[in-house]
C-alpha cells in the first residue's frame, strides 16, 4: 500500500507540475497575442499609408497634369483674343475711313482713298487670322475611370498564409554530432518559398517550460522540407525544434514544438589506471611512447594498496572500482586502436 501510495503522490505531482508548465505556457502565449496584434495593426496601418500615399501622389500628378493642359489651352485662347482683337480695331477703323470716304466728291480725291482702302483691305490682319479656335473648351479626354481599382479596393483581404507544417517525427535522426529533423505541409502549398528552423537546447522533455526558456537560434531560407543541423555539441538531454513556411506575402505560423533525446556519451579518464602509453590529462589524451617507463611506480603503488585484509564493505567497494577499471581499460583500448588506425 505504501508503494501505491508513493506512485498516487509522484503522479499528482507529475501532474501538477505539466499543469503548471502548461499554464505558464497560456500565459505566455496570451501575452504574445497582445503584442503580435498590435505589431500586425501596426504593419496594416503602415500598408494603408503607404496606399494612401502612392494615391495622394497619384492625385497630385494627376491634378498637375489637369492643370497643365488647363493652362496651355488659356494660353492658345488668350493670345487668339487678342490677336482678334487688334484685328477688330484695326478693321473697325478701315471701316470708318471707308464710310468717310463715300461723302468724298472730288473724283481724284476718291480714288486716291479708293486705292488706300484697298491696299489696307489687303494686307488688314482680319483677312488673315483664322477664325477656328486653337482650343476647345473640353477636358474629356483626362477624365479617369477608377472601377477596376475601386474593386481591387474594395476586395482587399488579408494576405492568406501558409498553413503551420507538420515534423516526421519517425524520420527525424540524431547521430554522432547531428540532428536531422523532416517536416511535411498539410496541405499541398506550390506558393512555399522557404522554411525557417528554430531550434534550442532543453533539459527537460514536454512542452517547453517559459521560466527555463533558451533563446532560438534560427536557420533561415531552406528550400526544402528537410534539414540537418551539423558540428553539434550535445551537452543537454534534449533539444526543441519547430518550424514555419513563408511565401512571398508572409511567414506561417509555427509547428508544434518537437522534442528529441540527444543522448551523449560522456566519460573521464583515470590517469591512475589507464595505458602506460597514454598520457591523460585534463580535456585531452594523447599516445606517449615513452610512457611505459613508469611501470614498476605503477606496480609498487598498487602492491603497497593491497597489502591490507579489507573488510566487507571495503571488499564490495573493491569490487565496483576492479569493474570500473575493466570498463576504463576497455575503452582505453578502443581508443588505443582507433589511434593506431589512424597513424
Partial sequence: SIIIWDLIITTLANKNEELHNF??????????????????????EEEFDTLFSILEEAKESMTNTI??????????LQN????????LESSEELLEFATHALDIKDQEAFTKAAK???????????????MKPKATDTMSHLMVDFSQERQLLQGLRFLPVPRAPEFEVQDCLVVDNAVTVVWRMPAEDSKIDHHILEYRKANHEGLPRVQDERCWEIVDNIKTTEYTLTGLKFDSKFMNFRVRACNKAAAGD????VTLETKAFNFGFDPSSSHLNLKVEENSVEWDPQGSKGLDSKVKGKENKGRYEPTLHQSHSAE???????????IHMLILYKLLYHL
Fill in 320 to 330: 565496483l572500482l576492479l569493474l570500473r577499471r575493466i570498463l576504463a581499460s576497455v
Fill in 23 to 44: 499554464i505558464e505556457t497560456l500565459n505566455h502565449l496570451l501575452a504574445g497575442v497582445q503584442v503580435n496584434s498590435s505589431r500586425v495593426v501596426s504593419d496594416l
Fill in 254 to 257: 509555427y509547428s508544434d514544438p
Fill in 67 to 76: 492643370k497643365q493642359e488647363q493652362a496651355r489651352k488659356s494660353h492658345e
Fill in 116 to 130: 488706300q482702302i484697298k491696299d489696307r483691305v489687303t494686307m488688314a490682319p482680319a483677312f488673315r487670322l483664322t
Fill in 80 to 87: 487668339q483674343m487678342l490677336q482678334s482683337t487688334n484685328a
